[in-house]
């Protein structure tokens, strides 16, 4: 496997987050299991840790939203960082009265939390996700770009400036922009489409590349086969790279009454959809059981949290959110090894600590009770 920079955190302190007033966790292991009931917290740690990286968090909540019920209004998150830097200071909150999150590392303010990506890369998967092969295009579109951030830095802004250019084109259609406006407006479509179609089919064929190496090994968790399908896809097939954003104009300038009748842009890369297949049956995941679209979906973020270790130079943090509780234990042990296969520090939850018997002896324990967090042994609760 590459070499690559290990990170991890070393402390977390949490500051009218959600359901806690105060809470500071101490970490000295790359291998953490939090337990306690449904509703005491669990998830919100994660959703702290999933906000050290660029975007809004797996929740994608408020930001408002998220302080503590009867406090300020605020909230506030710091860790402490072992990575390719040394030791970092990362913090993150917001102020009472604020729209925007403020972002420090090491004590500066950083512009975006983009910058964050330079020091870390945190992937998850939570139970929101488990209906992903079932869902809407678009879900399975967010859903990819975000394993193309992690490869890409760059995609997540490329992606917001796209779609501020479509709504711009579309907005000229409907009112009746003049020709010179919509070929200004459709040359910065064309071009920021074409980047993050690329980005996109980039990271698909590297995802490709690191299924199939486990598609053997990884009995325990079935090997996928993934694509990119749609409209836009047959105009990428064939057509060079330095062709693509023209031959995308003028696919945009000989639409443009299809699309001013419909109101919306028909073809580019925000109508395409991620395909996967369980290999070994030759099945669309969607027609899989429930069960092997779990396993179908740990393989894949396995895969790219591989891949993300590969390509940035640092083995990425991974919050896994009550997974270990829908796998039998042969599973579950196959799932831990996997992780240390991997090398980066993982973040566990689960209702009992009996999920977590076959993690290794270094792992950490935390029991999570109504807001309050505290070291446990791991063969209690």
């Known amino acids: ?25 101490e970490l000295d292991s790359d291998c953490i299991a939090l337990t306690g009931h ?46 390719p830097y040394g030791e970092t200071k990362l913090g993150t909150g917001l102020t009472a009265g604020d ?13 975006s939390s983009d ?62 922009g003049s020709n010179a406006y919509l070929d200004a407006v459709e040359a910065q479509v064309a071009d920021l489409g074409t980047a993050v179609a690329l980005a996109r089919n980039e990271t698909v ?11 053997v090994s990884e009995a325990a968790f079935p090997a996928s086969l993934i ?21 995308f104009k003028a696919q945009l300038r000989d639409n443009r009454l299809i699309d001013r009748a419909a109101g919306r842009t028909l073809t580019g890369p925000h109508r395409s959809d991620l395909s996967v297949l369980h290999a070994d049956k030759e099945l669309p995941a969607a027609y899989a059981s429930t069960g092997e679209q779990k396993a179908l979906l740990i393989g894949l ?25 829908h796998l039998d ?12 296969e991997l090398g980066g520090q993982v973040f566990m939850t689960g209702t009992d600590t009996s999920l977590f018997e076959a993690l290794p002896p270094e792992a950490q324990f935390f029991t999570v009770h109504e807001g309050s967090v505290s070291v446990t042994n791991r063969s209690s609760g």
């Not at 990170?7 to 007033?21: C, H, I, P, Q």
């Not at 999150?101 to 512009?111: F, H, Q, V």
């Open 1 to 25: 496997m590459t070499e690559r920079a290990r990170v991890a955190l070393t402390r977390l302190v949490l500051s009218d987050f959600r359901n806690y007033t105060n809470a500071k966790l």
């Open 38 to 83: 449904n509703g005491a917290g669990k998830t919100n740690i994660l959703e702290a840790l999933s906000l050290l990286s660029a975007g809004r968090g797996f929740r994608r909540a408020i930001l408002a939203d998220i302080g503590r019920i009867g406090g300020s209004g605020g909230w506030a998150i710091s860790a402490l960082l072992d990575g």
């Open 99 to 111: 729209t925007g999150r403020r972002l420090r590392i090491d004590g500066e303010e950083a512009r």
């Open 115 to 176: 910058a964050l990506l330079d020091h870390l890369r945190v992937l998850w998967l939570v139970p929101a996700m488990d209906c992903l092969f079932t869902g809407s295009a678009s879900d399975r579109r967010k859903f990819l770009d975000r394993l193309v951030l992690s490869i890409n830095p760059a995609h997540g802004r490329i992606v917001g400036d796209y779609e501020k250019a479509l709504r711009q084109r579309n907005r000229l259609l409907v009112e009746g």
């Open 205 to 215: 064929t590297l995802l490709v590349d690191t299924l199939a190496r486990h598609a």
């Open 227 to 247: 694509s990119l399908q749609g409209p836009f896809e047959e105009l990428v097939h064939g057509v060079a790279a330095a062709d693509l954003e023209d031959r």
């Open 301 to 325: 973020v396995l895969a790219h949290a591989e891949l993300t270790g590969a390509v940035s130079g640092m083995a990425p943090v991974l919050l896994l959110d009550e997974v270990a509780a």
């Open 329 to 340: 234990p042969d599973r579950r042990a196959a799932l831990f090894t996997r992780l240390q």
